[in-house]
C-alpha cells in the first residue's frame, strides 16, 4: 500500500502561482511507476472533483477544463514525486488539493474518475483570495 504526503499549500493572492508536492512512499519493492497519479480537489460544499492526472511514464497528462491552460503536472520518479504547479489562480481555485494514486492504470492510461484511483493522501489546503 502507497502511501501519499502532500506539501505546499498555502494562501495566495489572485493571479499568483502556488506548487503542490505530492510524496509517495511506496512499499519495499514496490515501484512508484506502477502507478498513474492524480491531483483532485474539494472545495467547501462541494464534490471533489478531477484536476490533473499523469501516465506511469510522465508523458501524458490530462487537465480539467477549469485549469487546463493555467495549471502543469509533473511526476519525478527518482524522487517519486508528483508536482502540481498552478499559475494564474483564481479564488475559484480554493480548495483541499489532494494526491491520488491509481494501481490498476495501463503504462499510458490516466483516469479522470475519482473510483480509479486506489490510495489517497491527506490533503492540501489552497486559499485564493482576491
Known amino acids: 500500500q502507497v502511501q501519499l504526503v502532500e506539501s505546499g499549500g498555502g494562501l495566495m493572492q489572485a493571479g499568483g502561482s502556488l506548487r503542490l508536492s505530492c510524496v509517495a512512499r511506496?512499499?519495499?519493492?514496490?515501484?512508484?511507476?506502477?502507478?498513474?497519479l492524480g491531483w483532485f480537489r474539494q472545495a467547501p460544499g462541494k464534490e471533489r472533483e478531477f484536476v490533473a492526472g499523469?501516465?506511469?511514464?510522465?508523458?501524458?497528462?490530462y487537465f480539467s477544463d477549469s485549469v487546463r491552460g493555467r495549471f502543469t503536472i509533473f511526476r519525478d520518479n527518482v524522487k517519486k514525486t508528483v508536482y502540481l504547479q498552478m499559475n494564474n489562480l483564481t479564488t475559484d481555485d480554493t480548495g483541499v488539493y489532494y494526491c491520488?494514486?491509481?494501481?490498476?492504470?495501463?503504462?499510458?492510461?490516466?483516469?479522470?474518475?475519482?473510483?480509479?484511483?486506489?490510495?489517497w493522501g491527506q490533503g492540501t489546503q489552497v486559499t485564493v483570495s482576491s
Open positions: 499523469i501516465d506511469r511514464s510522465g508523458g501524458r497528462s
Open positions: 511506496v512499499p519495499t519493492g514496490g515501484l512508484f511507476n506502477n502507478y498513474a
Open positions: 491520488a494514486a491509481d494501481y490498476r492504470a495501463r503504462w499510458m492510461a490516466v483516469s479522470q474518475t475519482l473510483s480509479s484511483y486506489d490510495f
